[in-house]
């Protein structure tokens, strides 16, 4: 059976022989591994459309669960991205975090390829900066992924403003100062009131009004280092991409 969806490779796999295997984050079928068994010969006539972090149109041949890429045209080729090696580092940790994390068959994928997408396209444009969109992407990823955090009020007591809050990655909750106290062997990250409103924002903003916040150079380092951490403590795991990543900084 042949079937049309757009997608966005988030990886590629050489299998040898000019076989190659790519990972695809798919408007219609979520993410999806299919396969090619003659790249050279596939890729002829395609321009970009198998490459990395291109959103193309995929003509897929399913059978039963399996794919193979029959023909494939670039919807749109992030070169601006491809140029910038830290770039390049920040969408292919993204790209895995979307292969971990983003739905397969069976759910509504629309969500996921539309955030990677406008993080694509603001980090080729220069609108917004590395250092802004890995937070925001991280924490906006867990929140679609079933992995929000409660940042409505304190845990304890219910405050929500007015008093200094502490974040907690492993339950995935603010605390008051007043009521940290009950909280025993936890890891307690203190937020700043900007800190706190740009998680606020990052998680229950529309899409439309994602990327419309601020924050300093510095306060966005600390909030990058909050959104790791929780990623850290809810998945139980590390990732290659990531660590790279680090040293290009």
Not at 83 to 96: G, H, M, N, P, T
């Amino acid at each position: 059976m042949l079937i049309s969806t757009d997608g966005i490779v988030l990886k590629v796999k050489n299998l040898g022989n000019d076989d190659c295997v790519y990972t695809i984050l798919t408007r219609e079928k979520g993410v999806i591994t299919a396969f090619s068994r003659n790249r050279q010969r596939i890729s002829k006539g395609m321009g970009s459309a198998l490459e990395l972090f291109t959103y193309s149109n995929f003509v897929l041949f399913q059978s039963k669960e399996r794919y193979s890429i029959n023909t494939a045209s670039s919807n749109k080729v992030f070169f601006g991205i491809r140029s910038d090696i830290e770039k390049v580092s920040l969408a292919s940790y993204l790209s895995e975090l979307l292969i971990e994390l983003a739905p397969e068959e069976g759910e509504d994928p629309n969500e996921y390829v539309r955030l990677f997408l406008n993080c694509l396209a603001m980090l080729e444009n220069g609108k917004r900066t590395v250092q802004f969109i890995k937070p925001l992407f991280e924490l906006r990823l867990m929140a679609l992924s079933g992995y929000m955090p409660d940042l409505l009020g304190c845990a304890g007591c219910g405050e929500s403003e007015g008093k200094s809050l502490c974040f907690l990655p492993k339950e995935g909750s603010i605390v008051c100062n007043d009521c940290i106290g009950q909280i025993h062997g936890q890891l307690t990250v203190q937020l700043t009131p900007g800190e706190l409103a740009a998680m606020r924002h990052i998680i229950y903003a529309p899409m439309e009004k994602l990327f419309s916040f601020a924050l300093p150079e510095q306060a966005l380092k600390r909030l990058s280092a909050i959104t790791e951490q929780y990623i850290f403590c809810q998945l139980e795991k590390t990732f290659s991409t990531l660590d790279f990543y680090h040293t290009l900084l």
